[in-house]
């Protein structure tokens, strides 16, 4: 099937246009609903099922990829691709403006949230590196402004950014495993929110933990749910934490062997954009980030972390020999 472009006036084929969003659910009766548009009941979303966005993929779309970028890719019969890394995230506002409550490519739905007011849940997302596809991506995400930014839909503290990582062919258990030992950084970044709550439980992200479902990182089936993750107040911050949890992700899983350093190299540009270059802070979550790390590793809690994961200094039994000898100063 051809298409004219209204721009140029030339006709284009689908696989020269690459993957399309913008008529998901107008080609889908299933989807095509009104309620997708619209404020549901609590896990409503659920029920209703999610779009894959990972997978239909063109040529055209992963033609700027090098070589080991495309490892992470799945060619499935037909000549389309799939991205082997998921991720999405639940976006919980105090209030959602009127105007933005009607359907997006980006979104399943919106619900009623118990803690903060309210939340947009989004479909399926393929988690990529730098390229035309991942535009698409933030090409979705900007379309979603007056949901995600703040000066349009508020929230407060209260309100989560609750963000949900899947690998095709892999257990949540398996990736928690292989994640374990390089998400120091996530922990840093959203040290504040494992005091709360609604995510302050099994910060050693134990496979094996029956207890509240309140935890900072919850493993489910073929998942992992980092809970600890705070709320979106901008589509920048959104892209961001895209691009963070690609490098993490894509470390764990393709570079095992690979030392705490090596990627906190790597994630260091996207911290940096973070916090507008301002060093000081940069420096400080780096710092934070290796003290989560040897806490992931050793079980121990060290003078970094305490006053995040043993703020009532109940947990003594567990501080490393430092924090032992010298105190809580």
């Known amino acids: 099937m051809k298409t004219l472009h209204k721009t140029t006036g030339i006709m284009t084929t689908n696989a020269e246009l690459g993957i399309q ?34 997978k239909g993929a063109k040529n055209t779309d992963i033609a700027q990829l090098k070589k080991v970028d495309r490892k992470n890719l799945i060619s499935v019969l037909n000549g389309d691709f799939m991205s082997k890394f998921t991720i999405g995230f639940e976006v919980e506002k105090n209030n959602i403006n009127r105007s933005a409550t009607k359907p997006y490519p980006l979104f399943a739905g919106f619900e009623r949230d118990s803690s903060c007011g309210y939340e947009a849940v989004t479909n399926i997302i393929p988690l990529l590196p730098a390229g035309h596809w991942r535009n698409k991506i933030f090409s979705l995400m900007f379309d979603a402004t007056k949901v ?12 989560g950014g609750h963000t949900t990582i899947g690998v095709e062919g892999m257990t949540g258990e398996e990736i928690a495993n292989a994640m374990r030992k390089n998400v ?11 005091t709360n709550t609604y995510c302050y439980a099994n910060l050693q992200m134990d496979a094996g933990f029956r207890g509240t479902r309140y935890q900072a990182v919850q493993i489910k089936g073929n998942v992992v749910e980092f809970r600890l993750v705070s709320r979106f107040q901008s589509v920048k911050q959104m892209w961001r934490r895209y691009e963070l949890f690609y490098i993490v992700l894509d470390f764990s899983i393709n570079n095992p062997n690979g030392s705490h350093n090596a990627l906190l190299k790597k994630c260091l540009p996207v911290v940096k954009s973070m916090y507008n270059n301002d060093m000081e802070k940069v420096n400080e979550i780096m710092t934070i980030a290796k003290g989560f790390q040897k806490y992931l590793k050793t079980g121990k ?8 994961v043993d703020p009532n200094r109940s947990q003594q039994s567990l501080w490393d020999n430092e924090l032992r000898r010298n105190g809580w100063r």
């Open 148 to 159: 995600i930014d703040d000066a349009f839909s508020p929230s407060n503290h209260r309100c």
């Open 301 to 308: 809690i060290n003078r970094a972390v305490v006053r995040w």
């Open 21 to 54: 969003y913008k008529d998901i659910y107008n080609n889908d009766d299933a989807y095509n609903t009104r309620e997708r548009g619209v404020i549901n009941g609590y896990h409503s979303t659920q029920n209703r099922g999610f779009k894959e966005l990972h």
């Open 184 to 194: 120091g950084i996530i922990y840093s970044l959203f040290r504040k929110r494992l």
